[in-house]
C-alpha cells in the first residue's frame, strides 16, 4: 500500500499561471482533503469531498477549484495563482469516522 | 465555534526531560481529540487520538487523556530523545455533520542531546 501520494513534490509558478495538484490514496477510503500549511498558521482546511461525487468548501477555498474524480482521486486547482497561495499543500483522506492520513505534501512557490 | 488552541512554540529540552504540550479546545457536541506529528519535510502521521471523556491515548511513550471539565487533551512524555524532535498538532473532529477536522497551529519540539 502506498498510502496517500501527491505530484508534484515541489512547483514555481509564476503569477497567473495555472496548475492542478494530484492526490491519490489506496486505503478505499471515502472522504479526502485538501489542506494548505502556512507559517504560524497550522493546517487550513481548504476543501475537502465526504463521499465519491461530493465536494464542500472549507475555510480557505477562495482562489481553489477542486475535482474528486473517483474514490481514489481528488485533485486541487489554482486557476490564476498567487504570491498569496504560497504554502505546502496536504492531501489526507480517511473513513468518514476515523483518523484522517496524510500525502508528503507539495512545497508550491508562487513568484 | 470550534476551534483548537495549543502552546506556542518552540519548545526546547535536554534528551531525557519530561515533555508537556499544552491543548485545549472550544467545540459543540462531544468531539473526537486527535494528536498528529509531523517530521521534516514528511506529512502528518497520526501519534495517538481520544474518542470520549476520560479516555488516555497512548503510542510510542506519548500520552493524553481527554479531559471533558478543562476541555483539555494535554500531551506528556516522561523522558524525551532526540528523535522525538518534530511538530505536534491538536486536533479535534467534529463528529456532527461534516466530520471536518479543526487543527491547532503546531507546536516545534527540539530535543537537544
Known amino acids: 500500500n502506498a498510502g496517500v501520494t501527491q505530484t508534484p513534490k515541489f512547483q514555481v509558478l509564476k503569477t497567473g499561471q495555472s496548475m492542478t495538484l494530484q492526490c491519490a490514496q489506496d486505503?478505499?477510503?471515502?472522504?479526502m482533503y485538501w489542506y494548505r500549511q502556512d507559517p504560524g498558521m497550522g493546517l487550513r482546511l481548504i476543501y475537502y469531498s465526504a463521499s465519491e461525487g461530493t465536494t464542500d468548501k472549507g475555510e480557505v477555498p477562495n482562489g481553489y477549484n477542486v475535482s474528486r474524480l473517483n474514490k481514489r482521486e481528488f485533485s486541487l486547482r489554482l486557476e490564476s495563482a498567487a504570491p498569496s497561495q504560497t504554502s505546502v499543500y496536504f492531501c489526507a483522506s480517511s473513513v468518514i469516522d476515523r483518523e484522517q492520513f496524510f500525502g508528503p505534501g507539495t512545497r508550491l512557490t508562487v513568484l | 465555534g470550534n476551534s483548537v488552541t495549543q502552546m506556542e512554540g518552540p519548545v526546547t529540552l535536554s534528551e531525557e526531560a519530561f515533555l508537556t504540550i499544552n491543548c485545549t479546545y472550544t467545540?459543540?457536541?462531544?468531539?473526537?481529540l486527535f494528536w498528529y506529528v509531523q517530521y521534516p519535510g514528511e506529512g502528518l502521521q497520526l501519534l495517538l487520538k481520544a474518542t470520549k471523556a476520560d479516555d488516555k491515548g497512548s503510542n510510542k511513550g506519548f500520552e493524553a487523556t481527554y479531559r471533558k471539565e478543562t476541555t483539555s487533551f494535554h500531551l506528556e512524555k516522561g523522558s524525551v530523545q532526540v528523535s522525538d524532535s518534530a511538530v505536534y498538532f491538536c486536533a479535534l473532529r467534529v463528529t456532527s455533520g461534516t466530520y471536518k477536522y479543526i487543527f491547532g497551529t503546531g507546536t516545534r519540539l527540539k530535543v537537544l542531546a
Open positions: 467545540a459543540t457536541g462531544y468531539p473526537s
Open positions: 486505503m478505499n477510503h471515502n472522504s
